[in-house]
């Protein structure tokens, strides 16, 4: 009859206790899992905005083409930014005249700014691009811009058609850090382009609006000529503060934007 007092069966379950991890062990591991997760969470963010910077590229594009569309259909002539006697009381705006081209709503909005859900005026649904005022205009016989035609831009691939927008250009802060505003009963966004010096830009204006640099600090953007580039802020737009070395007498008001402007483009 076996001994089981032999003391070989202890080794055995000694051994068995052994082989769980410790906790030194343990905190090691989730120490390396950290560690990864810090390195690796930045690249996968950057990886997603880079694929949302080229949906929103895209859009812009398809935008450019429907624009350049209107423009073959009607003598030549850019679409009114809007018509009526103002911005917030428009009776219609650009992205209406877009959309018999576009027939697509969705690429109205950049998928970077889907908070901006609500629809300007003039407009049934949400537009998170601004449409530069200076091409567009209005009817407005008291005062409007006249939409310009295709042969009054000097310099098309130079000037500004359209740009990822809904900020306030604001004195003394880098481009990338403009807050984005919202109209905050409507939910709207700024839909014109204009000058940060120009009269029409107020901190609670929400209809005119900046550059808004939402893709790794830069932003998109349509030129009249229908291409897209992605840019800094301050290499198409004249900052607060700040005046263009040369600035032709004649040429808008303080913190006038050669690359907005149709008769020049950008120098």
Not at 31 to 43: K, N, R, S, T
């Amino acid at each position: 009859m076996p001994d089981r007092s032999d003391s070989s069966a202890v080794p055995f379950r000694a051994a068995r206790a052994r082989s769980g991890f410790t906790l030194i062990e343990l905190l090691v591991v989730i120490a390396i899992i950290a560690i990864l997760a810090a390195i690796l969470f930045p690249v996968f963010a950057q990886a997603r905005e880079k694929g949302r910077q080229a949906s929103c590229s895209s859009n812009l594009r398809q935008i450019g083409m429907a624009i350049l569309q209107y423009v073959q259909d009607y003598d030549e002539r850019y679409p009114m930014a809007f018509y009526g006697f103002s911005a917030s009381q428009n009776t219609l705006a650009w992205p209406e005249l877009a959309q018999p081209y576009l027939k697509n709503t969705g690429v109205l909005v950049c998928p970077s700014f889907a908070q901006a859900n609500g629809a300007p005026p003039g407009t049934r649904f949400p537009v998170t691009y601004g449409y530069n005022y200076y091409i567009g205009g209005n009817n407005n016989p008291n005062g409007g811009v006249l939409n310009k035609s295709l042969p009054e831009l000097v310099k098309p691939t130079d000037t500004v058609m359209a740009v990822d927008s809904g900020t306030f250009a604001q004195l003394g802060v880098a481009p990338e850090r403009w807050t984005p505003r919202l109209n905050p009963a409507r939910r709207y966004t700024a839909w014109l382009l204009a000058h940060a010096g120009s009269t029409l830009m107020t901190a609670t204006n929400n209809d005119y609006g900046a550059p808004h640099a939402r893709h790794s600090e830069t932003t998109n953007v349509l030129w009249a000529d229908g291409h897209v580039k992605a840019s800094r802020i301050d290499r198409i737009y004249t900052l607060p503060g700040r005046e263009v070395p040369n600035r032709p007498a004649n040429a808008g008001t303080a913190n006038w934007s050669p690359c907005l402007d149709p008769s020049y483009g950008c120098f």
